[in-house]
């Protein structure tokens, strides 16, 4: 069973699209959990009309925050296999088809996968044929992604087993995706595919954009809180 969790705050442009192109590859087994955070627009009567079984909304939160709008998310997802999906992009039809694959070899309980996108603008144009060609680096490594992250929660599917080591979420971590990443990495495998399963949309609004803008202190700080962070967690389950 697959999981996947669309975190939604004031999506009314795009929604509809990024959730017809996810529904069309699911089985009816599968769900899409929508987490909805003090959205004041359309955004819940789009996703209200399309009327499927599949999608599970859970709305009138007040987080304020991408991230933890996510980790509701998760701590109501059932799958197996988790999917994580910003509002306004668009699935290509080889998605889901490429991470059941993957995750049917995977080799350790705790698996994460990586997938590569194009990058388009706000009306669909292509910016890039390649997200991972946009970024210094793109693959594993600890060191290396606390120092710059490679990874892009919008590309990322992960096993359920991840779950107990990443919730609940610390208050101070930079970005729910580059601490889902890092302790796949410290308790299991992250694999990063260059196949491209996503059109990501970059536009003003993004959250990308907004955390690539953040002045070098305060990246500096929350990669401090990031370390910190992990320690802990590995520190509080070790003595469990």
């Keep these: 069973m697959l999981s996947v969790c669309l975190?939604?705050?004031?999506?009314?442009?795009y929604i509809r699209q990024q959730l017809e192109?996810?529904?069309?590859q699911l089985d009816p087994a599968d769900e899409v959990i929508v987490s909805d955070d003090s959205s004041t627009d359309a955004t819940l009567e789009i996703v209200r009309a399309l009327n499927d079984p599949r999608i599970r909304i859970y709305p009138d939160n007040r987080f304020y925050s991408p991230i933890f709008n996510f980790e509701n998310a998760l701590r109501h997802a059932q799958g197996d296999i988790i999917i994580l999906s910003d509002q306004d992009?668009?699935?290509?039809?080889?998605?889901?088809?490429?991470?059941?694959?993957?995750?049917a070899v995977k080799t350790t309980p705790v698996y994460l996968l990586v997938l590569d996108a194009e990058v388009i603008d706000e009306v669909g144009h292509l910016l890039h044929s390649s997200l991972f060609k946009t970024f210094r680096r793109f693959?594993?490594?600890?060191?290396?992604?606390?120092?710059d992250n490679s990874y892009i929660g919008c590309c990322m599917a992960f096993s359920r087993e991840l779950?107990?080591?990443?919730?609940?979420f610390p208050r101070h971590i930079p970005m729910h995706d580059m601490?889902?990443?890092?302790?796949?990495?410290?308790?299991?495998t992250s694999e990063f595919v260059p196949v491209t399963t996503l059109r990501y949309r970059k536009h003003s609004g993004s959250t990308t954009e907004f955390c690539i803008r953040c002045m070098p202190w305060t990246q500096i700080?929350?990669?401090?809180?990031?370390?910190?962070?992990?320690?802990?967690?590995?520190?509080?389950?070790?003595?469990?």
């Excluded at 192109?21 to 069309?24: A, T």
């Excluded at 693959?139 to 120092?147: H, L, S, V």
């Design 163 to 168: 779950l107990p080591y990443a919730l609940p």
């Design 179 to 188: 601490w889902l990443g890092l302790l796949a990495e410290l308790y299991g």
């Design 7 to 13: 975190a939604s705050h004031n999506g009314e442009r």
């Design 21 to 24: 192109s996810i529904l069309c």
């Design 221 to 240: 700080k929350r990669r401090f809180w990031l370390l910190w962070c992990l320690a802990g967690r590995y520190l509080a389950r070790r003595m469990s």
């Design 139 to 147: 693959g594993p490594g600890m060191a290396a992604n606390i120092f």
């Design 89 to 103: 992009d668009i699935w290509l039809p080889n998605k889901v088809a490429v991470i059941r694959e993957h995750f």
